[in-house]
C-alpha cells in the first residue's frame, strides 16, 4: 500500500507544473485525497483536498483560483495542477488519503490522514527565477 507522488521541480514564477499522486494497493475511489505542502518556518498546509465520492474540492486561500485538484479513478490518481505559480508556494507537497474526513475536514482541522490512513513521499516544489 502506497502513495507515490511525483511533478515537482524548479519554475519561475508565474509558471505551471502539475503534480500527480499514484495509488496501489488500495482503491482511492473510497478515500478523500489531499495535497499537503510543509516548508521550513511555515509548518504543514492543506493545499487542496477533494473527496472521491462526490468530487467536491476544498482549496486553501492561499491557492484558490491558481490551483486545481483533480481525480482520475480509473488510473488511481489525484492531480494538482498549479498555475501563476510563486515564490510562496516553495515547499515539499504531499499526497494523503483518508477514508474518514470529508475533504475541508482532511485539510483544515484534521491536517492530515488518520494514523490508519496514507502518506505519500513528498515531491519539492521550488518557485524562484
Known amino acids: 500500500v502506497q502513495l507515490q507522488a511525483s511533478g515537482g521541480g524548479l519554475v519561475q514564477p508565474g509558471g505551471s507544473l502539475r503534480l500527480s499522486c499514484v495509488a496501489s494497493?488500495?482503491?482511492?475511489?473510497?478515500?478523500?485525497l489531499g495535497w499537503f505542502r510543509e516548508s521550513p518556518g511555515k509548518g504543514r498546509e492543506g493545499v487542496s483536498c477533494?473527496?472521491?465520492?462526490?468530487?467536491?474540492?476544498y482549496y486553501a486561500d492561499s491557492v484558490k483560483g491558481r490551483f486545481t485538484i483533480s481525480i482520475d479513478n480509473a488510473e488511481n490518481t489525484v492531480h494538482l495542477q498549479m498555475n501563476s505559480l510563486k515564490p510562496e508556494d516553495t515547499a515539499e507537497y504531499y499526497c494523503?488519503?483518508?477514508?474518514?474526513?470529508?475533504?475541508?475536514?482532511?485539510?483544515?482541522?484534521?491536517?492530515?490522514?488518520?494514523?490508519?490512513?496514507?502518506w505519500g513521499q513528498g515531491t519539492q516544489v521550488t518557485v524562484s527565477s
Open positions: 494523503a488519503a483518508d477514508r474518514s474526513y470529508s475533504a475541508p475536514a482532511l485539510c483544515t482541522v484534521a491536517g492530515g490522514p488518520g494514523e490508519n490512513d496514507y
Open positions: 494497493g488500495f482503491s482511492a475511489s473510497f478515500y478523500t
Open positions: 477533494i473527496s472521491s465520492s462526490d468530487g467536491s474540492p
